[in-house]
């Protein structure tokens, strides 16, 4: 039977389960470490799924931040630095991924907690996850607080890219369930990934025959 949810239904639901039901609807999502340091040198881990593609020339990749409570040391780190790592999570790291997310003080990496080991890199100034098979780093270019609910748009720039080039198609495209990649649905379930296809660019005129 189909169920049937109104907005007073979710709304009387306690926060936890409303959080599962609400954050499930958007859909699978890519699963990243975003890898950061601040001024000091301490580096930060934390594992984000609200990432988006806004464009590729110039490349720009947005995530959303939590409310600076909740969600402090990333966004900060972003903020005094300008430069920041994203970074694929496979199966054989996706506990120690999840467990980023805790709250940790401000003085303990996650990299640490976790046991994920930070990659730092000649130019960069934001530490990669060396066991993440695909990372790329960015640069900050705009933070837009969302006034609704206290969140952040943040967007930067994709600078370096680095990949295993046999996931690599001959048109560019990376295949990433060959690297591994996963995603997540809401903030504790994990997947692999498996491709049904890969079509041709879609013209009006090819519609149904
Ligand atoms: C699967 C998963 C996805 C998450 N996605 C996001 C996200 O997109 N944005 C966000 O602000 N927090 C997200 N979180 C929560 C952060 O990982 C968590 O708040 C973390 O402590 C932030 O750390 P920071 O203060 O070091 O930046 C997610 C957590 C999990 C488990």
Do not use: W
């Not at 303990?108 to 930070?118: C, H, K, N, V």
Request: contains cysteine; charged residues 20%; proline residues 4%.
């Amino acid at each position: 039977m189909q169920k049937h949810l109104r907005l007073q239904d979710f709304q009387d639901y306690d926060r936890f389960t409303r959080a599962n039901i609400i954050n499930s609807l958007s859909g699978f999502k890519s699963a990243s470490l975003i890898g950061t340091v601040n001024e000091q040198g301490q580096t930060n881990l934390a594992i984000f799924s609200n990432i988006v593609h806004i464009g590729a020339d110039p490349a720009l990749v947005g995530f959303i931040n939590r409310p600076l409570e909740a969600a402090p040391h990333t966004l900060s780190n972003i903020q005094e630095t300008g430069s920041y790592t994203i970074n694929h999570i496979s199966a054989a790291i996706f506990p120690q991924a999840h467990q980023s997310s805790a709250k940790y003080p401000a003085d303990i990496s996650e990299f640490d907690a976790t046991g994920l080991t930070p990659l730092f890199r000649e130019g960069i100034r934001a530490p990669f996850v060396a066991e993440s098979l695909v990372q790329y780093s960015l640069e900050l270019q705009q933070i837009i607080p969302i006034e609704l609910n206290g969140t952040f748009f943040v967007i930067g720039a994709i600078q370096d890219i680095f990949y295993p080039e046999e996931i690599q198609e001959e048109d560019g495209f990376l295949a990433l369930e060959k690297a591994g990649s996963l995603c997540s649905l809401g903030t504790s379930a994990y997947y692999e990934t498996k491709r049904l296809g890969k079509l041709a660019y879609a013209k009006a005129d090819s519609a149904r025959k």
